[in-house]
Every structure is written in C-alpha cells, then in structure tokens.
C-alpha cells in the first residue's frame, strides 16, 4: 500500500520502491503519485494517458538523464549505476538513451524515518565502476507545502559530476492544458537563446517572464535551455486563473538548466541541479512546491 502524508491542507500519496513505478530512468525513492489541496483539487497526472509502472506520473526526479556518469566506458553485458534507480546492464554500443528500458539489478532502499507528515528513505551502492554513493531523500509536508530534500555523499576515490530534476507531471484536476494556464519564472523570456524549441510556434504566447497556453498542444511540445544564457533558475509557478488555483516550485540552488515539456493533458516545467562531489564530500539540497487556491 502506498504511503499517505497528510495533514490540515495536503494530502501526498507515495508509492514505495519497486511499488508503483518499476522502470530504469526515475529514482525509486519516494516516488510522488499525487498531491490533493484541500481534499478536493488535484495536481498530478501521468506522462502517457494511463499510469504505467514503466513510465512516469506525478513528481519524480531523476539523475544523469543525458548519460550516467560511467556508462561511456561500460562495455556491452556489463553495468554502469544510475542513481537511486541500481545497476542497469548496457546492451548496445549506441549511447545512453533515458527513455530505454534497461535491465536492472535495484538498489536495496531503507526507510530511517516514517510519521503522519514525513518519510526519509536511504540507499547505499558500493563497488561498482569504483563508485560508492549513500543517498537519502526526505519527503515532507507542512500547511499547504510539500518539502523535497536530498543528500548525497561521494564515497569513492573520483569526483561523482552528476545532476538531478524533479520531472513534474502537471494538470490541475486533470484538466486540459489551454489558454486558463500560465507559467511564470524567476528569468525573462528570450526565444532565441532557446538551444532547442519544438512544436511551439502555434501553442505558447512568451511575454516577458510569463508563458501562455494559446491552445491546447496537438503533439508534445519542448523547450531546452528556457533561461538560455541566465543560469539562475530560482523557481516557476503555474497557474490556471478558472479554477484559481497555483503550484509553486522553489529550489535552494541557481538552475544551470531549466527545460519544459508537455502535451495536451500534462505540463512539465524542469529545474536542474548541477552536482561536482569531490571523495568523502557530500552535496544536500532542497525543492519546496507550494499549492494554493483562490479565496473565494
């Protein structure tokens, strides 16, 4: 059964490792199905039309979606490590694609803490491509906010680079993402530093620094480098002004990268934390979203 924390304002269903999602891209830990704000406004939905276990729904983050430190030099048949996921098993020559389903030996996760209003949960791998990483995350919930926080610590003889995002699968009670939406940043908006834009053209209006739904997608759309020579991602915040409602994402550090997807029932606004740990180091940092609705 999955976890329930819930308190006067929210109520966030868990699901634990291996229990709802069973893929080899997202971190297992925690993986967040929905966030409910006053027992009547959902959140979250799924990346493909239905929840699948191989896919993502809700808010998940994932590490080293470009390629997992190590994959380069792992040779077919062998592993390589993604983090909070296990070890996955190369089959082709072809480079990391996050998309692909690799299979996998899983990380054996640990739960330290676990009340009405928190859940901590810890992994440890050793011994792979020289590698050894502890990494906890912390979900918890406070009034009408949701906390997010990780540490990680190098426990190898290398530098770990790696980074990390919460995929957000976003749609207020389900709705269709149309021109009721708009998403603002913490940066203003410059088309043409995009590194890469698709299917925009006829759906996003971008003023400043707000973006505006100007009709429901009719295939994926994508931005990569929203913040383009800007790399303080800080926070976004979306909201839809028919049903008064917004969710908000901080973070506690400047987004190098800041990326958006979607289609016609999600939306997906992205933050990524950029990680250099030197041995024995560790790295810890934070994603607070905050929902609301409008007084009547």
């Not at 390589?80 to 996050?98: A, S």
């Not at 006829?202 to 994926?220: A, C, E, V, Y």
Request: hydrophobic share 35%.
């Amino acid at each position: 059964m999955p976890v329930i924390l819930k308190n006067k304002h929210l109520k966030v269903t868990i699901g634990y490792p291996m229990e709802l999602y069973r893929g080899s891209r997202f971190d297992h830990s925690g993986n967040i199905l929905q966030v409910t704000l006053n027992n009547k406004h959902t959140f979250c939905t799924s990346e493909k039309s239905e929840i699948l276990p191989d896919y993502g729904f809700g808010l998940m983050n994932e590490f080293d979606i470009d390629s997992p430190q190590g994959y380069a030099e792992t040779t077919v048949g062998s592993y390589f490590y993604k983090i909070g996921v296990g070890n996955l098993r190369r089959e082709t020559d072809e480079p990391y694609q996050f998309f692909r389903q690799y299979p996998m030996n899983q990380y054996s996760f640990s739960i330290l803490k676990e009340t009405p209003e928190e859940i901590v949960f810890q992994t440890k791998h050793l011994a792979l491509q020289n590698s050894g990483i502890l990494y906890q995350k912390s979900i918890s919930i406070h009034r009408n906010e949701l906390l997010l926080s990780y540490r990680l610590m190098n426990k190898s003889n290398s530098v770990l680079k790696t980074n990390e995002y919460c995929h957000n699968f976003v749609a207020f009670n389900h709705s269709k993402i149309n021109s009721q939406y708009s998403l603002k940043f913490n940066f203003n908006l410059n088309n043409r530093q995009f590194e890469e834009a698709n299917n925009i053209e006829f759906h996003l209006s971008l003023i400043g620094d707000q973006i505006n739904w100007t009709k429901i997608p009719d295939n994926d759309i994508f931005i990569r480098r929203l913040n383009g020579n800007d790399q303080s991602g800080k926070w976004w915040e979306l909201h839809n002004k028919l049903q008064g409602l917004t969710m908000k994402e901080e973070v506690s550090f400047e987004a190098e990268l800041v990326n958006l997807w979607g289609n016609a029932h999600v939306v997906s606004p992205e933050l990524f934390c950029v990680l250099e740990i030197e041995p024995e180091e560790e790295k810890t940092w934070w994603r607070k979203f905050t929902f609301s609705e409008r007084s009547s």
